[in-house]
């Protein structure tokens, strides 16, 4: 398969927040520049992809996050489309990534609580992260651009705290109803034809990796439903685990005594 053909651009769902979600970048980036305590809005939004990462896995990178926005509906007409390297994918990559954000974002936090009580510590505070905000957005764009939209989102930190805090809610057992993946109706109803990977901006492959209940259990899946949209046979959903046992029986159950589900 030619690497041109390994993204399709077309048929992407798109909710109107996802759309524009964008739009903070340049409130945050690029107006925290002359007014710092802008990136104090960072903070709640950290705080929220937390709270939505424990409950639902990597939902916000692929419905609400801003820099996901940029990537997919700014960069990606121009993207040159191509495969994402393996060492971008990479465990290495992604907890090397995760531990040197968190060390200089620690790093700076600790010099800037020195400064509690002064009237510039609010404004100080927010310039950390506004800078941090500028340093993914350059960066992500520059791969946007060069190798493909979501390649940035392959090892981003703050991805991999919401995997981190998504393995929290599963220990838990806390997200089994807020936990919603990819799920298809019957896995003999798959035609194998690709289409859910060809789409996918994170180049998962759900088709190949329906487990026993019917479901894509990939923790790097951003949850954007593309696949379910674009899914040929219209079989794709998305559902939790509850509801997904509570089918599975009753098609079992249907089955068994003759019936059709």
């Keep these: 398969m030619g690497s041109n053909l390994h993204y399709i651009r077309k048929n992407r769902f798109s909710p109107r927040l996802r759309k524009y979600a964008w739009i903070f970048i340049l409130l945050v980036a690029l107006g925290g520049l002359w007014h710092p305590r802008l990136g104090l809005l960072v903070i709640p939004v950290m705080l929220?992809?937390?709270?939505?990462?424990?409950?639902?896995?990597?939902?916000?990178?692929?419905?609400?996050?801003?820099?996901?926005?940029?990537?997919?509906?700014?960069?990606?007409?121009?993207?040159?489309?191509?495969?994402?390297?393996?060492?971008?994918?990479?465990?290495?990559?992604?907890?090397?990534?995760?531990?040197?954000?968190?060390?200089?974002?620690?790093?700076?936090l600790i010099r800037v609580s020195a400064t509690f009580g002064a009237a510039s510590f609010l404004d100080s505070l927010g310039f950390i992260f506004v800078m941090n905000y500028l340093v993914v957005t350059v960066s992500g764009s520059a791969l946007a651009f060069y190798v493909r939209p979501r390649a940035w989102c392959s090892f981003c930190p703050m991805g991999t705290f919401q995997v981190l805090m998504y393995k929290l809610g599963k220990l838990l057992r806390l997200n089994r109803v807020t936990d919603k993946k990819v799920t298809v109706s019957a896995t003999e109803a798959c035609r194998k034809c690709g289409k859910c990977s060809l789409v996918c901006p994170m180049q998962l492959e759900p088709y190949r990796g329906f487990g026993d209940n019917n479901r894509f259990d990939n923790e790097m899946c951003i949850r954007c439903a593309t696949c379910a949209v674009n899914c040929p046979a219209g079989i794709l959903s998305f559902d939790n685990e509850r509801r997904q046992s509570g089918t599975g029986a009753l098609r079992a159950a249907s089955k068994n005594s003759g019936g059709i589900y």
């Design 48 to 108: 929220a992809l937390g709270i939505l990462g424990f409950l639902n896995g990597k939902y916000w990178c692929g419905n609400l996050c801003p820099h996901g926005s940029l990537f997919d509906y700014v960069i990606m007409p121009v993207s040159r489309n191509k495969k994402i390297p393996g060492f971008l994918r990479s465990k290495a990559m992604v907890f090397f990534a995760f531990f040197w954000f968190m060390f200089m974002l620690g790093q700076r």
